[in-house]
């Protein structure tokens, strides 16, 4: 499996392995035909026979490397007991809940009991999957799920979330907690399950001050890479900080691989880093109005950064959900244009 070869270090190419971030979705015509049959999102993510076929239907399209499971970062908060609903056009919703008492119930609940289905899609994706494309598993960190589950979903109204942090600092120090033996569990399981490498997304990394990034993201990081690490040594970890790639430097020694974001200056990181595994940053925004010179531009900027370096191609975010498909093709046929090895 490319994608796996250059996580491992045991491979390069001139053409990098890629996938996108939100590959599986809305700007997919046969995704919107299943969809239109679940009116509950979250009652989607449990039906494994429908999670295997979306999960697989970008591959089926598009000379892509790896598949990500199709399943959310609130399936957690979800198997917790807090309900998670979705309106059309809007953010996710999460019930108010009692966190005390969430805690309390937390201990006696399985993810692998709760999330079974997941599990299970997970191995007949595996199974029908090509052995040269990769499965990916993930989940979201708890600083990034916690701003969910205290906020109701409202994700602009972080000091809210911050404000909860600090009044509530031992309750919000159990939820961390917590939350990080979840995520544990849930990468695990994914891994078990067939999965063969997996990303943690800390999409909300940005708005953590700097002074708690420590606390707040990356000491819990380093706690999740060890213990999926001490019961997977070989499966690959990706780790996605949006708007925190500037601290990465500082991330070298875990010998995990890092998902940069479409506001980063790939070629500066990179030589910060020459020996780490990168991936992405194409930005969303470009893909969506597709080919001109600077999206051209960008991606052989990208390219050439990368060169010799161990690098997966990806975009900086999730694809945006109006992103004409031609426009994925035009990428995919630039990228291997540019790196000249299928030609
Ligand atoms: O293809 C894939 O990437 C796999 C599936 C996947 C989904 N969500 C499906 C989904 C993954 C990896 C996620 C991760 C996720 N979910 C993140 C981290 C990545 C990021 O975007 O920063 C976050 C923050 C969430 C929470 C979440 N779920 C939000 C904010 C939304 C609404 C987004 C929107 O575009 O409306 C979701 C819903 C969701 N999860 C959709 C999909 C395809 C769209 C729902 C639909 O079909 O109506």
Same mark, same amino acid.
């Given at each position: ?183 544990? *569990?849930?990468?695990?399981? &994914?891994? =078990?399950?067939?999965? #063969?490498?997996? %990303?943690? @997304? ?119 959900? *109006?992103?004409?498909?031609? &426009?994925? =093709?035009?990428?995919? #046929?630039?990228? %291997?244009? @540019? ?5």
């Amino acid at each position: 499996m490319r994608f796996i070869d250059v996580l491992t270090h045991k491979k390069s190419f001139t053409t990098p392995p890629m996938w996108m971030m939100r590959q599986a979705g809305r700007y997919l015509p046969e995704y919107r035909k299943i969809r239109q049959n679940h009116p509950d999102f979250m009652h989607f993510c449990f039906s494994s026979d429908d999670v295997v076929e979306v999960t697989l239907q970008p591959l089926r399209r598009f000379p892509l490397d790896a598949a990500i499971i199709f399943s959310d970062i609130l399936v957690i908060p979800h198997a917790l007991g807090q309900r998670v609903w979705f309106e059309p056009d809007h953010g996710p919703k999460l019930e108010t809940v009692n966190f005390n008492a969430l805690l309390k119930k937390a201990d006696t609940i399985s993810l692998k009991n709760a999330l079974a289905p997941v599990a299970d899609a997970i191995a007949k994706t595996r199974a029908f999957l090509d052995q040269t494309k990769a499965l990916i598993g993930f989940a979201g960190a708890p600083w990034t799920l916690l701003t969910y589950m205290i906020s109701n979903g409202k994700t602009a109204d972080f000091n809210t979330v911050l404000g909860f942090a600090q009044e509530n600092a031992t309750l919000f120090k159990q939820l961390q907690a917590m939350m990080e033996e979840k995520v544990i *569990d849930l990468l695990c399981m &994914h891994i =078990e399950a067939g999965c #063969d490498a997996v %990303q943690i @997304f800390e999409s909300w990394a940005k708005v953590v001050p700097a002074h708690l990034r420590n606390a707040y993201l990356y000491e819990p990081l380093k706690r999740i890479v060890k213990a999926v690490h001490l019961r997977h040594f070989n499966t690959p970890i990706i780790y996605y900080g949006r708007g925190v790639s500037g601290d990465y430097t500082q991330l070298i020694d875990l010998n995990i691989a890092f998902g940069v974001d479409e506001t980063a200056n790939m070629s500066v990181l990179r030589s910060h880093m020459p020996t780490t595994v990168l991936q992405g940053n194409f930005s969303p925004e470009l893909l969506l109005q597709g080919d001109n010179e600077q999206f051209k531009s960008t991606i052989k900027s990208m390219l050439e950064a990368n060169q010799g370096a161990p690098y997966i191609f990806n975009l900086g975010h999730g694809i945006n959900k *109006d992103t004409p498909i031609a &426009h994925v =093709e035009q990428m995919i #046929d630039l990228i %291997q244009c @540019f790196s000249g090895d299928n030609f």
